[in-house]
């Protein structure tokens, strides 16, 4: 059964610092998906890593993957307030179709 | 454009009555998903239509549960006999392909008395 953990599940930082978040999948994977969720809203697709060593940037946030170490990572650069959400990884396997397997999600608040 | 959307967006309903959830996809998305997000359970997988066939339903929690999808568009989420458990936020996503990013829809939420 495919697992995917993040962490820290909970994330409380001041603006302007840095941070990561850490996602970790228990089984080899075809792709890795990061998503935000405001407070009572959808989700929202933020990034799609296809293959190992990928890695993608919008903004202050920069994600990549290492499909050997099972793991992705959402970096976080110079946060500001707006960037507080709910951050998700999830991932499909190709023995399970389609299906998006999520993370618990990172609960993230930028402080002023 | 117009992006995934869903209805009704909140529903209160009686335990042991019936309830329909609808998802309208993006137009040409082939791909469409029902997800369920309580606080108990995260975000989980319910059913993934591919056209208007089912490859994977294998999420559905119970007999309870059923959906289809008409016209490679619109997909309706049955839910009979409600119980208290059912209470969540179901979400709908498609894509232009089973290997797409998934756009998800704003969301029905679901209180079961």
């Known amino acids: 059964e495919l697992k995917v953990e993040q962490n820290p599940l909970f994330l409380s930082m001041q603006e302007g610092k840095n941070y990561t978040i850490y996602c970790n999948y228990s089984t080899t994977s075809d792709r890795l998906y990061w998503y935000r969720q405001d407070p009572g809203k959808s989700l929202e697709s933020l990034f799609v890593l296809l293959s190992n060593g990928a890695v993608k940037q919008e903004g202050r946030l920069m994600a990549s993957l290492d499909t050997k170490a099972r793991l992705s990572t959402l970096h976080i650069t110079a946060a500001v307030h707006d960037l507080s959400a709910t951050y998700f990884c999830?991932?499909?396997?190709?023995?399970?179709?389609?299906?998006?397997?999520f993370g618990e999600g990172t609960q993230l608040t930028v402080n002023p | 454009g117009a992006g995934v959307s869903q209805s009704p967006s909140n529903k209160v309903t009686e335990k042991g009555k019936d309830v329909e959830l609808r998802c309208d996809p993006i137009s040409g998305h082939t791909a469409l998903y029902w997800y369920r997000q309580s606080l108990g359970q995260g975000l989980e997988f319910l059913i993934y239509f591919q056209g208007n066939s089912a490859p994977d339903k294998s999420g559905l929690p119970s007999d309870r549960f059923s959906a289809e999808r008409t016209g490679g568009s619109v997909s309706t989420l049955t839910i009979q006999r409600t119980q208290q458990e059912d209470s969540a936020v179901y979400l709908c996503?498609?894509?232009?392909?089973?290997?797409?990013?998934?756009?998800f829809g704003p969301g029905t939420r679901l209180l079961v008395l």
């Open positions: 999830a991932v499909t396997q190709e023995t399970s179709g389609s299906r998006l397997t």
């Open positions: 996503a498609s894509s232009p392909s089973n290997n797409g990013p998934r756009y």
